[in-house]
């Protein structure tokens, strides 16, 4: 698995930028790849500037100092979400000057650790607003959902802090855009670490940003999962990537305008490779607009972090571009940033008298993303166009990165067996290149002619050795289905053959899910395949086929039902009751995340959108399932729904 997602997040990387052959398809694809990014950021429904909801600015405080003023304060990006920030203002203005926007990266105390770097900006003549993210000390949120809180359905919902920082990094434009000081047709945007990032963010999703310079904040996608980088970053430093994206693919959205990327040749985050390589594929990009003298890339020497080298060339670069003024690094002098210079936590504190009540920074992440109600559906004809437009959507969006145009199946008959009774083979498929899964197929000796069958889904959890191969728990829950059913058991990727160890979960997780492709996703596309070949052997009736799973695997055998369209009877032992619900924090069990699949449907839905298949709950059965049930009432088809205490009491239904 490990391979194969480095060879997958390498395939991205490669074909970052491949649409823009001349500035023509630039122009014409711009659009909509602006409005995709908006939506793999979460911010699809973002209003335009003139419709978005007042920032209600409340100024808590003002710093007065000889060269410049401080304003303490906080605005609201959207309702009851406030973003603590410091405003630096010149006092020497006679006319509006450039704006900044400075977002921080991951530490604590923002105000303070960054201060210096607004300070010189307003001693170079520039209004600089700092703003602090959700981990900061006022600004208490969380970035760290499926890297530290197992938060893994924030996948689901398509949700994202990425987009959260990008959301209050444009209001705080829209506050300086307000402030008479500013001028709103020079404006720049910078930070370093997960600020570097976000200021990649901003400036793509922001065309009034008119330069930028993210600071020690780039890689490419390959380099994150082959060389696990990943593991040291953020949440914060990905959108959900329905659309297969890559760094240099957001750049695109900057580009003609002016970009210096600066670096640490010892980053410890980021390697040295993938950000020259993301330069290349940006420096190509920015001469075939004939724009190569915007595009600009500083490497100092150093761990991550700044030095004078960077400083001074980022203080240099907004000169240049917002103010109209070439002044070398060396001329434009760095930050003093000795004990005497410095403000204390006090001065800076934003919220002097406590936080305004109702802030929703802690639980943004809950209710950010407008997830759907369950459809109203009356008759049959309803139930087929929601049907129709579920599928539509998810293979649009949670499983877009499905092949498209798999290999040949190959099936092949390793063995074949007969004891007690039963006679039976292992054979082998591909369901993608690079992949060979398992089947065990089980039929009785006393049926001689194609007959139903059940395909039934092996765990990541459930233990398998090789030498036990006619037996396992899925088996043993298949047991009861008697003859003249035959039984299949599949073993998807990361089960039986090809299983990982639980300690690599966590970081399969969220790789699979940065290149556009979650486990369970991988999972619902093994189970088409399956499916696919199952039909091929003579010992089946392909046009009778159930399906069977338990725990974690229902959602897998629930979406592939509903992807399949064919499949007469889904067996379901325990099935979790939604997809909106958190992992333990090291990863391991219940990987349910699908992208975007939440702001389409959700399991209960799609176990009702199967109708007419025979749905049989063995175990236990969540009341979310209500719903379901309730439509198959609704249709006319009350038996087809069943709830078993286990399997050896279901009875194929006549209705």
Same mark, same amino acid.
């Given at each position: ?61 003002? &710093? ?29 203005? =006679? ?11 991951? &530490? ?89 990032? =976000? ?46 994206? #890559?760094?240099?693919? /957001? ?115 809950? #209710? ?11 008759? /049959? ?106 039984? &299949? ?37 093994? =189970? ?89 709950? &063995? ?29 050896? #009491? ?6």
């Amino acid at each position: 698995m490990r391979g194969y997602l480095a060879r997958e997040a390498g395939q991205i990387t490669r074909q970052a930028l491949s649409g823009y052959t001349d500035p023509i398809a630039w122009r014409r694809l711009i659009p909509e790849r602006r409005r995709q990014y908006m939506e793999m950021m979460g911010l699809d429904e973002l209003a335009p500037f003139d419709q978005r909801p007042p920032l209600n600015v409340t100024v808590t405080g003002v &710093v007065e100092r000889p060269k410049y003023r401080i304003e303490k304060l906080y605005y609201e990006s959207v309702p009851k979400l406030f973003v603590t920030a410091n405003l630096y203002l010149p006092n020497s203005l =006679t006319s509006p000057a450039p704006g900044v926007l400075y977002v921080c990266g991951h &530490v604590e105390k923002q105000k303070i650790h960054y201060q210096a770097h607004p300070r010189r900006f307003a001693e170079l003549g520039f209004v600089c607003l700092l703003i602090e993210t959700l981990l900061a000390d006022e600004t208490r949120g969380y970035h760290h959902g499926p890297y530290q809180e197992g938060w893994f359905h924030w996948y689901s919902r398509g949700y994202t802090p990425a987009g959260i920082e990008m959301l209050n990094g444009i209001r705080g434009l829209d506050l300086l855009v307000q402030r008479p000081e500013v001028d709103p047709k020079r404006l720049g945007v910078t930070g370093i670490s997960g600020g570097g990032t =976000t200021s990649w963010w901003i400036a793509a999703g922001d065309e009034r940003v008119k330069a930028s310079s993210p600071v020690c904040g780039t890689s490419t996608l390959a380099s994150y999962v082959y060389d696990r980088t990943i593991d040291s970053n953020c949440d914060c430093m990905w959108w959900i990537n329905y659309y297969r994206w #890559d760094l240099a693919d /957001v750049g695109a959205l900057i580009a003609p305008r002016p970009l210096l990327i600066v670096d640490s040749n010892r980053d410890e985050h980021f390697t040295l490779a993938s950000m020259r390589e993301l330069h290349r594929q940006l420096k190509r990009f920015y001469t075939l607009l004939a724009a190569p003298e915007n595009l600009a890339r500083l490497e100092v020497p150093g761990a991550h972090g700044y030095s004078p080298l960077s400083r001074t060339a980022v203080f240099s670069w907004f000169i240049k571009h917002l103010q109209g003024r070439n002044i070398s690094p060396e001329e434009v002098g760095d930050i003093d940033d000795r004990a005497q210079e410095r403000e204390s936590e006090e001065a800076l504190r934003v919220y002097v008298n406590g936080p305004p009540p109702g802030n929703r920074a802690p639980t943004i992440q809950d #209710d950010f993303i407008k997830l759907p109600q369950p459809p109203h559906i009356g008759n /049959v004809d309803e139930l087929k166009k929601a049907r129709g437009f579920a599928i539509t959507r998810l293979l649009q969006k949670s499983f877009a990165a499905f092949p498209p145009t798999p290999p040949p199946l190959r099936v092949h008959i390793e063995h074949e067996y007969e004891a007690r009774g039963t006679k039976g083979a292992l054979f082998h498929f591909d369901p993608e290149e690079g992949w060979r899964l398992r089947g065990i197929l089980h039929v009785s000796n006393s049926v001689s002619k194609p007959v139903p069958v059940v395909v039934g889904l092996r765990s990541p959890r459930e233990k398998f050795e090789r030498n036990d191969w006619r037996g396992g728990a899925t088996d043993e829950f298949l047991r009861p289905i008697q003859a003249p059913w035959a039984k &299949v058991s599949i073993e998807l990727r990361g089960t039986g053959e090809s299983v990982w160890g639980e300690a690599l979960e966590w970081h399969l997780r969220r790789a699979s899910a940065w290149t556009g492709r979650p486990l369970a996703s991988m999972w619902v596309y093994d =189970t088409l395949r399956a499916l696919a070949c199952v039909r091929q052997l003579p010992q089946v009736d392909g046009q009778h086929i159930a399906l069977a799973a338990r725990g974690e695997m229902t959602a897998v055998a629930l979406y592939a039902a509903l992807l399949d369209g064919q499949v007469k009877t889904v067996f379901l032992e325990n099935p979790p009751a939604t997809q909106n619900t958190p992992s333990p924090p090291d990863g391991r069990r219940a990987a349910l995340e699908m992208l975007g699949c939440l702001r389409v449907t959700d399991l209960p839905q799609v176990a009702g959108l199967l109708y007419p298949a025979e749905l049989v709950f &063995v175990g236990e059965c969540p009341s979310t399932y209500d719903w379901a049930q309730e439509l198959y009432q609704r249709l006319g088809a009350a038996g087809r729904f069943q709830r078993v205490s286990q399997l050896a #009491d279901w009875r194929p239904s006549s209705s």
